[in-house]
């Protein structure tokens, strides 16, 4: 029995040294002989459900990463190489929390991203008192700033920016009859609420909630049946791109004809690819990426079909991040340090103005408010009218 | 009414699928005693073996369904053995513990040979029906059709062949089996063989009218364990009614009542009978 034992033992011992080493290798290889190095730190999931999601958020980071190291990036006169340190949280708070301490303390980053609410909130308990960094925070909830964490920095919109211009846009069009069929996540009840005053308040009439969680529901036919029967005139739905078109065809499909509000978390370039785009029509949602008409907006489309995937469209997921990176590296040159968050942090509004061309892809932060929002001049939502042609329309981020 | 006739026949192709996908999930059980838990992850494989077949091999679909459960059947024949016939002396946590293992390599392996896309299989079936004054897709009903000549076909099987009525005995008696000479070991081989296939059958149907991705199994499996709990362990026409029973209740649920309590029914279902009639509805007096 013993011998048994120890004879499966062995093989174990020598994978956890192997993946041991393997590990330690990575932390402190990389720089390629000369100068320092800059790590910036992601915590996101890279299995599980929202695998794809971290995917598309490291990829940002990434081809920003490569970018900045083949322009060289000089501190205080001294130069450094960029790298990423990437760690899998499963979309798990607590992960996400405990990744953050690794990465500042085991890998030295000052700067880490995190790219899902619940984490954010986590990595904010611990951001300012022991070991302190500064989070990109990747998620479109307004609670993020409004916590005074002031080493915390929101990289894309507020989703409250799009209420106004999109109930204007259908109630401009004659619609009173609000159907409610988001995703039943945290994100998709806030929205939720969020639409239901706004349209309310607009003097809208709005139906009863028919939210589901898109990930938990094997068959979404009853949920949209239910949805219709109350005759809406637009419908409030929006979750994973994916599973959103498959929401929308199968309302077109059961003969529904009016309009979609799209929640930001869902983007028209992803939805086209799994539904007949014409099941689309007569919707707004978020602008997509490829249609800016940003100086670097072009390069990034080709580079993410050449180095990512041609399988997928590249979108606000990477593009945000990738100007996100730019603007955190750029503040660290403006700053003149890459070790103190609090000095990078107050250098984001002056680097925002100097970052190079190339990285403004779509609507890059013109500012950076005392509370950390970044705010762009230029961003737009997308509206498909009924033929199935884009116009664009201005959104306030607030 | 037009939304109640729309609703039910929502409600009972979900519940084909949940059959399929339930009856190997209790054949296991009833054979081997064991939850298996990677039940799910083996759902996934064969949705992404059918959209395999269908979208890079170019085969009809009906074929790649059929191909599909085939070459999952093996896949259960090898989990078998590989995974839990070493393990056939050891105590049951063992089982639980490895079957997780499997269900974890079978979600990486996934995720490395076809990545973490979401993924949308076309089915070839499409266009609607009129019946009884609603449109139903013709998918739907090609899921209900497929479900009942699976569930005919299957019973054939179990209660008329000498494979199937091996299954019987050794869920029955498993020492009084082997002495009459059945071998518990191919049995539990062709379990396994068939419970793969079938859920892939469960997968290959649902496909086109859902997305796939490497934890899509997940979702399935809650249910798939409530609806053997509530029809019995290990009892096949326990499956039957339970899979029809819960795909119902969740449409008319998320009908009459919201969209959260259609999510959340089949849980209600499950502690009300484990507080009324913990055996399960259908169950024959627990063996052992």
């Known amino acids: 029995m013993s011998q048994k034992s120890r004879s499966t033992l062995r093989p174990l011992i020598a994978l956890s040294t192997v993946s041991l080493l393997a590990l330690t290798s990575c932390g402190n290889g990389g720089g390629d002989g000369e100068g320092g190095t800059i790590t910036i730190g992601v915590t996101g999931p890279q299995s599980g459900g929202g695998a794809l999601y971290g995917e598309n958020v490291e990829a940002g980071i990434r081809l920003a990463i490569d970018e900045l190291n083949e322009q060289g990036v000089t501190i205080d006169g001294e130069e450094y190489t960029v790298e990423m340190r990437a760690l899998d949280d499963e979309y798990q708070p607590n992960a996400a929390a405990t990744n953050a301490q690794r990465l500042v303390e085991q890998d030295d980053a000052s700067v880490v991203f995190v790219p899902h609410a619940g984490g954010i909130h986590a990595a904010q308990e611990i951001n300012t008192s022991r070991s302190e960094f500064l989070i990109g925070a990747y998620s479109s909830d307004r609670q993020i700033v409004e916590r005074d964490n002031e080493l915390t920095f929101m990289i894309p919109p507020t989703f409250a920016s799009y209420s106004e211009p999109f109930i204007e846009l259908f109630q401009d069009q004659g619609a009173e009859r609000l159907g409610l069929l988001a995703t039943a996540s945290e994100y998709g009840q806030q929205w939720t609420t969020m639409m239901t005053q706004d349209w309310e308040g607009a003097g809208g009439e709005v139906l009863s909630n028919n939210n589901f969680d898109y990930g938990a529901v094997s068959d979404f036919a009853s949920a949209v049946a239910s949805a219709l029967s109350e005759e809406p005139d637009v419908i409030l739905v929006g979750g994973p791109s994916q599973t959103t078109a498959l929401v929308i065809e199968e309302a077109r499909d059961q003969g529904y004809e009016g309009g979609f509000m799209i929640m930001d978390q869902a983007k028209f370039e992803e939805m086209e690819l799994f539904t007949d785009p014409e099941n689309l029509n007569n919707s707004a949602g978020p602008k997509p990426v490829a249609e800016f008409d940003d100086p670097g907006t072009d390069e990034l489309v080709e580079r993410f079909a050449e180095e990512i995937t041609e399988e997928r469209p590249l979108t606000a997921e990477t593009s945000l991040n990738f100007q996100a990176v730019a603007l955190v590296v750029k503040a660290m040159e403006v700053a003149g340090t890459h070790e103190d968050p609090t000095a990078i942090r107050e250098a984001l509004p002056e680097a925002a103005t100097e970052v190079d061309d190339v990285f403004r892809v779509s609507g890059f932060p013109d500012v950076v408010t005392d509370e950390g929002l970044l705010i762009s001049d230029t961003l737009e939502g997308a509206h498909r009218d009924s033929e199935g042609n884009y116009e664009y329309f201005p959104v306030e981020i607030e | ?183 518990p070991n191919r049995v539990s081989m062709l379990t396994f063989g068939l419970a793969a296939a079938l859920v892939a059958v469960a997968a290959g149907l649902v496909a086109p009218i859902n997305l796939i991705y490497p934890t899509m199994g997940d979702v399935i499996m809650v249910k798939v364990f409530a609806i053997i709990i509530l029809g019995g362990l290990g009892s096949i026409p326990g499956a039957i009614v339970g899979g029809f029973t819960l795909g119902l209740a969740e449409a008319m649920a998320t009908t009459y009542v919201s969209a959260v309590a259609g999510e959340v029914i089949a849980f209600v279902v499950l502690i009300l009978v484990l507080a009324i009639r913990p055996t399960g509805l259908l169950t024959k007096a627990v063996q052992r």
């Open chain 2, 1 to 183: 009414m037009t939304l109640f006739i729309q609703q039910f026949f929502n409600g009972l192709s979900l519940g084909g699928v949940y059959c399929l996908a339930a009856i190997g999930l209790t054949l296991v059980f009833g054979v081997l005693r064991i939850p298996n838990l990677a039940h799910g992850a083996l759902y996934m494989v064969g949705a992404y073996l059918t959209y395999f077949f269908l979208t890079s091999a170019g085969v009809p679909y009906i074929l790649a369904i059929a191909l599909a459960a085939l070459v999952l059947a093996g896949i259960g024949i090898g989990m078998e053995r590989v995974v839990f016939h070493p393990l056939r002396n050891a105590p049951h946590t063992h089982h639980m513990i490895a079957a997780a293992g499997a269900m974890f390599f079978l979600h990486s392996l996934v995720q490395a040979i076809w990545g973490a896309d979401f993924r949308r299989m076309e089915s070839p079936i499409t266009g609607r029906v009129e019946i009884l004054g609603t449109q139903v897709s013709w998918q739907r009903v090609t899921i209900v059709i497929t479900a009942v000549v699976v569930l005919i076909a299957l019973t054939w099987f179990i209660k008329k062949t000498v494979h199937g009525q091996s299954i019987e005995a050794v869920e029955q008696d498993r020492v009084g089996a082997s002495l009459v000479g059945i071998n």
